[in-house]
Structures are given as structure tokens and as C-alpha cells.
């Protein structure tokens, strides 16, 4: 009976640790706006090699065309669907070089180093496993020039909300994971790699430590 009860709120919990991007002031168009917003602001003046895995329709591109400072621009997705809308999106948007490949964030169809600016904001929650994200920071890194930068987002495993409702999911279904990280679990998977963080940016909550999304930008020493 108790679990009949529970059953709906679970299923709700669970909803909102696979998909923040659709849920109340996480998952609306503002909110992944200020995202974007954000990000803009970290990558700053760069006239490079730009890759946006998880590109989805292109909009970061869209934001940061406004700048007209990027020489080139890459995007990344898993659904054809979307890389349709996003080369119909800047089919007659020249002289600047926009392309949409698909591709895993797993396994990145460029050189190692070969890239200015890799970024990956709105994507990571939608991977299965740690492993998953873990496994596309490498590739981040692999394609990253010695002076460039990866910036991405993630949930925050130290945010009490984030943290309880997997603990409750948790109670019902013990087969779920968390797919969150502290800064410390970034900054040892960022370290192996040879990089560092460089600035971090909390969304949803002014106090980085306790902000249920981490905006971070990370490069070499």
C-alpha cells in the first residue's frame, strides 16, 4: 500500500534527477537562456575553433553570433531532428563557418588539440551513467588546444535538493544513480587530465557550494 502511495512522487523525483532541463525554473526556456547567457560570458573575446557538443538547435551558436567574433563553429548532437532545424537555422548566415555533425560526446571525430573552446552546458544530464560524463570530459580535454578551454555544466551533488531526492528515489529504487559531482569530484577527474578550474559560476543560487547547477570553465595549468 505505502508503496503504491509513494510510487507517483517517486516517478516525479526521478523525473527531475534524468531531465532538470524540463522541470520548473530548471527546465524553462529563460532558465536555459541564462545558461547560455552565462557560458557566453565565460568564453569572452576568442576568434578560434568553437565545438558545441549537445548543440541541440544551435542556439548557443545563435547568442554567440551577436559577439561576431568566432572564426568557426562546430555542433555535435545525437538526433537528426535537431541538427536538421539547426543547419536550416543559419543556412544564410555567412560569411561565418557553422557546422552540425553527429556525433557522441563520447567519442569526438577531431584531433587531439585541435580545438579552441569545447563546451558542454544542457547535455550532461541526459547521460545514463557518471561514466558517461566522465568519459566525455576526457575526450573535452584530448581535443582542447594547450591554451584553450572546456566549459560545461552539472548538478551539484552537495545541493540539498539535488542530494534528497535522490536519497528518496534511492529508498524505492536502489538500481538509480546520481548524476551530480562536488567541486572536489570535478577538480580530481579535471586534475588526471592535467587541468584545473578557472572560474565557476553557481545557477540557481548565488552561493556556488549550494547552487543545484555549476557553470565551470577549465583549462591547463
Known amino acids: 500500500m505505502l508503496s503504491k502511495i509513494l510510487r507517483p512522487l517517486t516517478d516525479l ?34 576568434n578560434g575553433f568553437l565545438l558545441d557538443i549537445g548543440c541541440g538547435e544551435g542556439l548557443l551558436f545563435e547568442t554567440l553570433l551577436t559577439k561576431g567574433n568566432m572564426l568557426r563553429c562546430v555542433g555535435i548532437d545525437t538526433e537528426h531532428e535537431m541538427l536538421e532545424t539547426a543547419n536550416e537555422r543559419f543556412r544564410t548566415m555567412k560569411p561565418h563557418s ?36 566522465v568519459e566525455a570530459l576526457e575526450e573535452m580535454e584530448r581535443v582542447c588546444k594547450r591554451d584553450g578551454s572546456i566549459i560545461f555544466d552539472v548538478r551539484n551533488k552537495i545541493n540539498p535538493l539535488v542530494y534528497f531526492s535522490f536519497k528518496f528515489v534511492w529508498l524505492y529504487d536502489t538500481q538509480v544513480t546520481l548524476n551530480a559531482y562536488s567541486l572536489n569530484e570535478l577538480t580530481t577527474v579535471l586534475t588526471s587530465r592535467g587541468m584545473v578550474i578557472k572560474e565557476t559560476v553557481p545557477i540557481g543560487f548565488p552561493i556556488t557550494m549550494f547552487a543545484p ?9
Open 13 to 46: 523525483v526521478r523525473h527531475i534527477l534524468s531531465k532538470p532541463d524540463e522541470r520548473g525554473d530548471l527546465t524553462s526556456d529563460l532558465f536555459r537562456l541564462k545558461i547560455r547567457d552565462r557560458a557566453k560570458q565565460l568564453i569572452k573575446d576568442n
Open 213 to 221: 547547477l555549476i557553470l565551470v570553465k577549465a583549462g591547463y595549468r
Open 98 to 133: 557553422i557546422n552540425f555533425l553527429k556525433a557522441h560526446a563520447q567519442n569526438l571525430p577531431f584531433l587531439g588539440k585541435s580545438i579552441d573552446i569545447a563546451i558542454c552546458i544542457n547535455t550532461f544530464y541526459n547521460f545514463h551513467a557518471k561514466d558517461d560524463v
